[in-house]
């Protein structure tokens, strides 16, 4: 299958929730195949759990990142066509007074050069870059 679709860090992390969101679970599913993620995504999940001290959490999500994301998930880098297209979309939204995180306009990056749809549960965040298409699977 073809890669369609960019999953962002709240939606990854929706399958180790003590509750999920059963619509998320459920467009995860379907798409089986047509996933990937991204290098800034794996750094905040890493980051997340590293923060954390040693316990059987910790354990659970670093698990989950080894046998559910890396193994089964493309991760894609942020590499120089990425962080030109960021670089021209931050100064635009910062001329317009929306100067977007670092974190964000990295990830809205690596979709929109590898032309894929971004699945968030943060939508309002993302619709100001241009050109981006973004779904939330959690409605």
């Known amino acids: 299958m073809t890669i369609r679709y960019l999953l962002d860090t709240n939606v990854l992390s929706e399958a180790i929730k003590s509750h999920p969101n059963q619509r998320t679970l459920e467009r995860l599913s379907e798409h089986d195949g047509e996933l990937a993620t991204c290098s800034v995504v794996w ?36 590499d120089q066509e990425a962080a030109t297209w960021h670089a021209k979309e931050r100064a635009r939204l910062s001329r317009n007074g929306l100067p977007p995180s670092a974190a964000d306009g990295q990830i809205a990056a690596i979709a929109h050069v590898n032309d894929l749809v971004l699945v968030t549960a943060n939508v309002k965040d993302f619709r100001r870059f241009k050109d981006l298409v973004v779904e939330d699977w959690s409605r």
């Open 43 to 78: 750094h905040e999940l890493s980051y997340g759990a590293a923060r954390l001290a040693a316990s059987k959490k910790r354990r659970a999500i670093e698990a989950y990142l080894e046998e559910a994301v890396r193994s089964t998930l493309p991760i894609l880098p942020y």
